[in-house]
Nanobody, 123 residues
Framework: QVQLVESGGGLVQAGGSLRLSCAASGRTFSSYVVAWFRQAPGKEREFVSAIGWSGGSGYYADSVKGRFTISRDNAKNTVYLQMNSLKPEDTAVYYC????????????????WGQGTQVTVSS
């Protein structure tokens, strides 16, 4: 069982930066793939980024590639999403999710979800 809590969202102007954190409970957190998804009002939940159990470079949606960076610190049971050059279209609720299946962009493959954190980018 893994419990996830996101933090770090807020209101920022276009071009600004935010760093989201996903803090996890559970001794086996390091064996999970962790991903970030986002959902804007009236839209479906979409994949943003994911990182494997050992870390590494991560995997990104084309819409955020080159602007967002995912990382993890297994000693702190935390995954981060550094978001730079933010755009109004990045506005959404951001969720972190954990999976033991493997690195996938499909939200149905993720077993555990946080409650979400709101990111609002003003133009």
């Amino acid at each position: 069982q893994v419990q996830l809590v996101e933090s770090g969202g807020g209101l920022v102007q276009a071009g600004g930066s935010l760093r989201l954190s996903c803090a996890a409970s559970g001794r086996t957190f390091s064996s999970y793939v962790v991903a970030w998804f986002r959902q804007a009002p009236g839209k479906e939940r979409e994949f943003v980024s994911a990182i494997g159990w050992s870390g590494g470079s991560g995997y990104y949606a084309d819409s955020v590639k080159g602007r967002f960076t995912i990382s993890r610190d297994n000693a702190k049971n935390t995954v981060y999403l550094q978001m730079n050059s933010l755009k109004p279209e990045d506005t959404a609720v951001y969720y972190c999710a954990a999976s033991r299946v493997g690195l996938t962009t499909t939200h149905a493959s993720y077993d555990y979800w946080g409650q979400g954190t709101q990111v609002t980018v003003s133009s």
